[in-house]
């Protein structure tokens, strides 16, 4: 696997000043949590610290992480707070009301991290609703609410959850977080591009970024800041935990490990922004401690288990990822695609999955993760055979044969696949070779649309009709915007397709066009 410590780090490189600056970002993380510091009691603000809301995450049986951030002036660098770490209250309790506290206690607003506040809280009941607040001196935050997973060796008869990714801040409103809320699902997958790092106005259509491209702390900062800002995004967060994982727009366009989309950039120089970049996604997002970030380096593939029912895979597809081949171009699936050398997931990231993959007793495995993995190959007018994205999987086409044939092979119950990225929805039947029609179905991909990305869309894309007849596997497809609602049963999966008439004015109305069914133990889908 490539590490980027070691090609900062390389013995016998001279250590000139930018290569000091980025081993100074590597070493400077590891006090990020600010732990020793002094921490001050505000007796009051200037004006309301919770203005970013409350929000959960990366639930398990007995704990869920907490989170909110003090930022009275989001827009500002230092969110209007002063450089030094403040106490923030909480307390978890079983009413909405918050009269039955069940846990309670203080936290630390570090500075170094934004004044965020990361609380695992401990010692919860499995598969309960809980609900929770934070206060900071006479400042109390809104109640959010929460909930537990059901425990590991549980039968779980249900579950239901939302897939949510891409939403472009300027190319359309979060309308359809407000039929999200209305599902109330037990959780939710974010599965990136959860902001845009473009200047103001490149891809203006509704609203208007903040700024040039964001590139340092404080830059990534008021960009989240700004997205958070939104009512419906940062109520939805209050709802339910969510499970978060980035693509590539929370750092850089089509980036690949240490590479940037601009192949000028010196790949040190890439590293320490993308150290800005993953501190704050840590800081913003309601992860666990493990993920605390270390310079450009942060861990995010992990796993959860919803009880016997579904064992839960979330991915981190960029990370540890080898450069896009064909210089990132459509291509046909040629040598350089088939290279071995290519990898999406990076070694340590397949050993872990392929390990949970073998382990788990559950009836549903779902890898959340963020480009396509169905292999769907268009042809332009001038091209005589079909080319494909190599940002995606075909991209590493080794490697996603390899892994579909160990899902074969080792019998992994149900593996569904949940996908962003793409900005159009699509329900893809996947095979160890997606070209072989004639060869067993093995596992099933539910691709989400972008919530805002691309504006309102289409339903039926003049291509639409020669894509299906040109690829088998997919059962579904359409480009409107929207999310996908899954609801699982030990027998049953069915996701709702969820699209919005449109999201570049406001009174956008969801509808369900598409529901795909999966029954346990048989991979192919039903459309209707
Ligand atoms: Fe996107
Ligand atoms: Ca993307």
């Known amino acids: 696997?490539?590490?980027?410590?070691?090609?900062?780090?390389?013995?016998?490189?001279?250590?000139?000043?930018?290569?000091?600056?980025?081993?100074?970002?590597?070493?400077?993380?590891?006090?990020?949590?600010?732990?020793?510091?002094?921490?001050?009691?505000?007796?009051?603000?200037?004006?309301?610290?919770?203005t970013m809301g409350v929000a959960s995450g990366d639930p398990d049986a007995t704990s869920v992480v907490l989170w909110t951030r003090l930022a009275p002036r989001p827009f500002e660098p230092g969110?209007?707070?002063?450089?030094?770490?403040?106490?923030?209250?909480?307390?978890?309790?079983e009413d909405e009301a918050m009269t039955k506290v069940v846990r309670r206690g203080d936290a630390r607003a570090s500075a170094k991290l934004g004044h965020s506040v990361h609380v695992e809280v401990a010692g919860l009941l499995p598969d309960r609703w809980y609900w929770f607040r934070f206060t900071a001196g006479?400042?109390?935050?809104?109640?959010?609410?929460?909930?537990?997973?059901?425990?590991?060796?549980?039968d779980a008869a249900a579950m239901l959850f939302a897939v949510t990714s891409c939403q472009n801040w300027e190319q359309g409103l979060f309308t359809a977080y407000e039929q999200m809320a209305k599902d109330e699902p037990d959780f939710v997958f974010h599965l990136g591009d959860y902001i845009y790092e473009y200047a103001a106005g490149r891809n203006g259509k509704v609203r208007t970024h903040h700024g040039a491209e964001i590139q340092s702390v404080d830059d990534y900062r008021m960009r989240y800041a700004q997205y958070r800002s939104d009512?419906?995004?940062?109520?939805?967060?209050?709802?339910?935990?969510?499970?978060?994982?980035?693509?590539?727009?929370?750092?850089?366009?089509?980036?690949?490990?240490?590479?940037?989309?601009?192949?000028?950039?010196?790949?040190?120089?890439?590293?320490?922004?993308?150290?800005?970049?993953?501190?704050v996604y840590y800081e913003v997002m309601p992860l666990r401690v493990r993920s605390l970030p270390r310079g450009p380096k942060l861990q995010l593939y992990r796993q959860a288990s919803f009880g016997r029912l579904a064992e839960l895979l979330v991915l981190d597809t960029r990370q540890y990822r080898t450069d896009q081949p064909n210089g990132d171009r459509r291509s046909p699936l040629n040598s350089a695609t088939l290279d071995k050398r290519n990898t999406l997931l990076g070694g340590a990231q397949r050993v872990w999955l392929k390990q949970a993959l073998a382990e788990s007793r559950a009836t549903w495995n779902v890898l959340a993760?963020?480009?396509?993995?169905?292999m769907v190959g268009s042809m332009r007018k001038e091209e005589k055979v079909p080319h494909y994205s190599m940002d995606?999987?075909?991209g590493y086409a080794h490697e996603r044969v390899e892994l579909v044939r160990f899902l074969a092979e080792r019998r992994i119950a149900n593996p569904v696949v949940l996908t962003g990225d793409i900005h159009s929805n699509w329900c893809n039947e996947l095979r160890v070779d997606d070209l072989q029609p004639d060869t067993p179905v093995i596992a099933t991909e539910f691709v989400a649309t972008s919530l805002s990305s691309g504006g309102n869309g289409s339903d039926k894309p003049r291509d639409h009709d020669t894509l299906l007849a040109a690829n088998p596997g997919v059962k579904f497809h359409n480009r409107q915007r929207g999310y996908i609602r899954?609801?699982?049963?030990?027998?049953?999966?069915?996701?709702?397709?969820?699209?919005?008439?449109?999201?570049?004015?406001?009174?956008?109305v969801a509808s369900v066009r598409a529901k795909c069914t999966v029954e346990a133990g048989s991979p192919q889908v039903h459309v209707s």
């Open 369 to 374: 993760q963020q480009v396509m993995m169905g």
């Open 1 to 50: 696997m490539h590490d980027p410590l070691a090609s900062l780090l390389r013995p016998g490189q001279p250590l000139d000043r930018r290569t000091f600056a980025a081993y100074g970002a590597v070493l400077g993380a590891i006090p990020l949590l600010g732990r020793g510091d002094p921490v001050r009691r505000v007796r009051s603000f200037e004006s309301d610290p919770f």
């Open 392 to 394: 995606q999987w075909p």
């Open 79 to 93: 969110g209007g707070m002063r450089d030094d770490s403040v106490a923030v209250a909480w307390e978890v309790a």
């Open 138 to 154: 006479d400042a109390q935050s809104p109640v959010g609410c929460t909930r537990t997973l059901p425990a590991p060796d549980a």
């Open 231 to 279: 009512p419906l995004l940062q109520r939805m967060h209050a709802r339910c935990p969510w499970f978060v994982t980035w693509d590539d727009h929370e750092v850089d366009n089509n980036y690949a490990d240490d590479v940037s989309e601009q192949k000028d950039v010196d790949p040190r120089d890439f590293l320490l922004r993308r150290a800005n970049a993953y501190q």
């Open 486 to 508: 899954c609801a699982v049963t030990p027998k049953t999966w069915t996701s709702d397709y969820v699209v919005m008439d449109k999201v570049e004015q406001p009174g956008g």
